[in-house]
């Protein structure tokens, strides 16, 4: 949908690699997340961010980074893949608090 | 331990039936959404819920919100292959670790 866009939206990757997915907003909310989606967990939270340069820690936020430099821009890195980090990732924004999130297409990653 | 519990988890009928699905929960929340996802995309915002005992309308489809506002239920008259897609409620719960959690999802397949 229009007001976020995910990149890439597919990638495979090795294992022990580097990883950085970006999501880019054009709605100026002030909140964006990264879930991941895996059969028989549901969509869990990553890490989110409350404003530039302003990140917390969510639920599975083991083995991931992310940086918040503009407003529209939010990266999330595998600093070194692992195949339990294979998943499909989604970004999502609010205007403000958790209520309400509007997500972006996904991205499918792979770590073989 | 999951803080949503969702039910059934997969569920298929035909064409013209209606059909009740559940969102259950011990705690308490200030809201509860419903989201739709299709395959390769990301969750669609449905319906917000928020008030104890509260129905919603869309279209066939009816949501409803526990009295205590620990559950909800999604009732949808004369499926349409169209409804075929992941039901995700998620719950969000106030206060100083305000956090929105996500059930695992109930696969919805309407046949022709």
């Known amino acids: 949908d229009a007001g976020i866009t995910q990149s890439p939206r597919h990638k495979v990757t090795e294992t022990g690699t580097p990883v950085t997915l970006r999501c880019h907003q054009t709605e100026n909310h002030r909140y964006m997340y990264w879930y991941r989606q895996d059969p028989g967990h549901g969509l869990r939270l990553i890490h989110y961010s409350y404003g530039v340069k302003d990140t917390d820690k969510g639920e599975v936020s083991d083995g991931y980074s992310v940086s918040r430099s503009k407003t529209e821009d939010f990266l999330l890195t595998l600093e070194s893949a692992t195949s339990s980090q294979t998943s499909v990732y989604f970004c999502?924004?609010?205007?403000?608090?958790?209520?309400?999130?509007?997500f972006g297409q996904g991205t499918r990653l792979t770590v073989v | 331990t999951q803080l949503l519990e969702q039910s059934p988890q997969f569920l298929s009928i035909q064409e013209g039936e209606n059909l009740t699905v559940y969102c259950n929960s011990s705690?308490?929340?200030?809201?509860l959404q419903w989201y739709r996802q299709e395959p390769g995309e990301g969750p669609v915002l449905l319906v917000t819920v928020v008030t104890g005992g509260e129905v919603k309308k869309l279209k066939r489809l009816t949501f409803q919100f526990g009295d205590a506002r620990k559950d909800s239920s999604l009732h949808i008259t004369a499926a349409q292959p169209g409804d075929t897609g992941l039901y995700l409620c998620?719950?969000?719960?106030?206060?100083?670790?305000?956090?929105?959690?996500f059930g695992k999802g109930i696969t919805l397949s309407v046949r022709p």
């Open positions: 998620a719950g969000f719960i106030t206060g100083a670790n305000s956090k929105l959690t």
């Open positions: 705690s308490v929340f200030s809201s």
């Open positions: 999502a924004i609010t205007p403000d608090g958790f209520i309400r999130p509007f």
